[in-house]
Every structure is written in structure tokens, then in C-alpha cells.
């Protein structure tokens, strides 16, 4: 699963992600793009997790761009 964030919500990504997925988040990987004003998230989540994840980042992270989601 792929989420592109500002760099200023990253950490409310994670937090956000981890109370969704909690053990069910497997990979977590951030990259800086655009002179670093927003980051690419790359996650791997199992089953039920991911619908979670994406629930609440449209909720809480209405800015975010959610890319491709791949099953595991």
C-alpha cells in the first residue's frame, strides 16, 4: 500500500496506522519527495488491516493520496 503525505502529518500517519493495524503491520517504509515537502509511505499491512488503514487516513488525513494497494 502506497500513502503520499506532507512531511508535517508523518507522524500522524504512523500513529494512525499503528492503531488500525497494530500486528498486522508487517513493513513500514517512508521516502522524502518534492524538496521533501511530502513523504511516500509504503506499507504492508495483512488482511483485515488494510481496509482499517485506509478508513481512517480518509478520515483523519483527508490531503492524503492513497496509491496502489497490492494484496500480500
Known amino acids: 500500500m502506497l500513502i503520499t503525505v506532507d512531511t508535517d ?11 488500525a493495524c497494530g500486528n498486522r503491520l508487517s513493513f513500514l517504509r517512508m521516502q522524502p519527495i518534492e ?3 511530502r513523504m511516500q509511505v509504503w506499507l504492508r499491512v495483512r488482511e483485515p488491516g488494510v481496509q482499517r488503514v485506509i478508513d481512517a487516513v480518509t478520515r483523519a488525513l483527508p490531503a492524503a493520496q ?5 494484496p500480500a
Open 9 to 19: 502529518r508523518v507522524i500522524e500517519l504512523r500513529r494512525l496506522v499503528a492503531r
Open 35 to 37: 524538496h521533501a515537502s
Open 66 to 70: 492513497l496509491g496502489r494497494v497490492v
